[in-house]
Structures are given as C-alpha cells and as structure tokens.
C-alpha cells in the first residue's frame, strides 16, 4: 500500500502545482522498510513474490519521476532484477515472471526491425561497452551485460552488412 501511496504522491506531484513530496519520501522509505522486512522471511508463497515485484516497481517508477531521481531509479531497477532473479531460483510462482531466455525470446522480435544506424556511431558506442563491462562485478550481470553486448553487435554487424 505503501509502495502505491508513494508513487501516486510522486505523480501528483510531478503532474499538478501541488507539493506532495514529502509524503512521498515518507511513503517511499516505508516502502523500502517493508520490503527489506519481506525479503529477509522466506519461503515466499505466490502471493508474496507477487507483492514483492509489485513494491520493486512501484518504487522504480516512483523514482523516474522524482526530482534528482536518476541513481534512485538506476538502484530500484536493478532491484527489480534481483528480486525476479531470487524469486526464480526459490521457484515462487509469480506472475511475473520471465527468465533472461524467455526475455530475450519476447525481445526478439522488437529488436529485428529496428532502424539503420550510422556505423559511425556503432563504432564509438562499442568502445564505451567495452570499457563498461569489467565494472559489472557480479556474475549475472556480466553474463547479463555481456550477453547483450554480443546480440546487439551481432545485430549490427547484420544490418550493417546488409545495406
């Protein structure tokens, strides 16, 4: 409840000349105290884990939204992440739930048409991947990252080979 009090504060804030933001924080941290509560119980039934990712995003969209969010947002995506990933690997049932297979599978077909881009700018963007990828500290996420990188030359190289 919380984690959706915060988040319509933040929005009505966002939207209207109206200051709800420190109901929004207050609303937010207990968001966050709740969740940390929740995800140090286990084992988690379906409705938990549905509970659980619902906060996770309710918490990063409140954050896209928030003034100076950016970090905030960044940190709450991630989480969201890592919470899928743990509800997985506990084999809750939630529904919301995909693999990094399944989402590349839903993916695909949104990534086969995107547009051509200048090669120009493939060149410089793969050396920023490059220098990004020792800083991914954990395992999932340099396989994450890693793996993103090569579908996403590959794609390229593809497109650009075609024109």
């Known amino acids: 409840m919380h ?11 966002f939207a209207c ?3 709800y933001s420190s109901l929004a924080i207050y609303h937010h941290l207990l968001t966050i105290l709740g969740l940390n509560e929740a995800l140090s119980t286990t084992p ?12 996770c995003y309710a918490l990063a969209f409140q954050s ?3 003034k100076d969010g950016m970090y905030e947002y960044l940190t709450m995506v991630r989480g969201c992440g890592l919470v899928s990933l743990q509800l997985l690997d506990d084999n809750v049932d939630v529904s919301f739930s995909t693999s990094l297979n399944e989402h ?10 995107l547009p051509s ?6 060149e410089g963007s793969s050396s920023s991947l490059d220098a990004i990828l020792p800083l991914c500290k954990e395992s999932d996420t340099h396989i994450f990252f890693s793996q993103s990188t090569t579908k996403l030359r590959s ?3 593809r497109r650009c080979s075609s024109r």
Request: glycine share 4%; hydrophobic share 50%.
């Open 3 to 13: 984690a959706l009090l915060g988040l319509a504060a933040t929005c009505l804030t």
């Open 17 to 19: 000349d109206a200051d």
């Open 44 to 55: 988690w039934t379906s409705d938990d884990g549905d509970a659980l990712i619902a906060a």
């Open 64 to 66: 896209y939204f928030m």
């Open 104 to 113: 590349w599978e839903f993916m695909q077909s949104r990534l086969d048409n």
């Open 117 to 122: 881009i200048d090669t120009s700018l493939l």
């Open 155 to 157: 794609k390229n190289q």
